[in-house]
């Protein structure tokens, strides 16, 4: 299993920006994608950005496109999304996941994955 552990999370005004992290350790060798999901309370996880582990590869969803950065720190077993000009809408819980299987391209569905982090809370006010 992979463990997954995110920080960076917190309360920004809108318009600012944040860097999520999320540390990956265990069987680090096993991770082929490294994707970051968001889910409001009531609604289903959303796709947000993905990475392959090589960092050769990466996918955003649409609706977040030209504001998000993923990338990959491979020394640190690390995954960044970075976030600009925050929008209210866009707080919610953050989650990292790992996939430890090979696929064609970055998958986005969230059942795709196998590991979690716990999530954390980014607040964005007005």
């Known amino acids: 299993q992979v463990q997954l552990v995110e920080s960076g999370g917190g309360l920004v005004r809108a318009g600012g920006s944040l860097r999520l992290s999320c540390a990956a350790s265990?069987?680090?060798?096993?991770?082929?994608?490294m994707g970051w999901f968001r889910q409001a309370p009531g609604k289903e996880r959303e796709f947000v950005a993905g990475?392959?582990?090589?960092?050769?590869?990466?996918y955003y969803a649409d609706s977040v496109k030209g504001r998000i950065t993923i990338s990959r720190d491979n020394a640190k077993n690390t995954v960044y999304l970075q976030i600009n000009n925050l929008k209210p809408e866009d707080t919610t819980d953050y989650y990292c996941?790992?996939?430890?299987?090979?696929?064609?391209?970055?998958?986005?569905?969230?059942?795709?994955?196998?590991?979690w982090g716990q999530g954390m809370q980014v607040t964005v006010s007005s």
């Open positions: 990475v392959s582990w090589s960092g050769s590869s990466t």
């Open positions: 996941a790992a996939r430890r299987w090979m696929s064609a391209g970055i998958a986005s569905g969230p059942t795709a994955y196998d590991d």
């Open positions: 265990g069987r680090t060798f096993s991770i082929y994608t």
